[in-house]
Nanobody, 123 residues
Framework: QVQLVESGGGLVQAGGSLRLSCAGS????????MGWFRQAPGKEREFVAA????????FYVDSMKGRFTISRDNAKNTVYLQMNSLIPEDTAAYYC????????????????WGRGTQVTVSS
């Protein structure tokens, strides 16, 4: 089992940057593919990015390519989401999630979830 805790959210002006962290527990963290999702008020949760167990492969939703970067440090049991050129539409609660095996984009494919961290982008 994996427990996940997100951090790094906050209030930032449009055009600014934030780096989110997701700390995982357990000795098997490095065997999990990790994903970031987000949920804006009144909207469904949506996929943002995912990374495989080694960090050698990543996948992004098209609208975030070039602005967001997912990475991981298995020695620290942590996955990151670097967010640049933020826009007000990026305002949401951001969640990390873990699953065995390969990268996935569907919410239902993930087994473990954190509680989220809020990102607010002001115009």
């Amino acid at each position: 089992q994996v427990q996940l805790v997100e951090s790094g959210g906050g209030l930032v002006q449009a055009g600014g940057s934030l780096r989110l962290s997701c700390a995982g527990s357990g000795r098997t963290f490095s065997s999990y593919a990790m994903g970031w999702f987000r949920q804006a008020p009144g909207k469904e949760r949506e996929f943002v990015a995912a990374i495989n167990w080694s960090g050698g492969s990543a996948f992004y939703v098209d609208s975030m390519k070039g602005r967001f970067t997912i990475s991981r440090d298995n020695a620290k049991n942590t996955v990151y989401l670097q967010m640049n050129s933020l826009i007000p539409e990026d305002t949401a609660a951001y969640y990390c999630a873990a699953r065995r095996l390969n990268i996935a984009t569907k919410i239902s494919a993930y087994d473990y979830w954190g509680r989220g961290t809020q990102v607010t982008v002001s115009s």
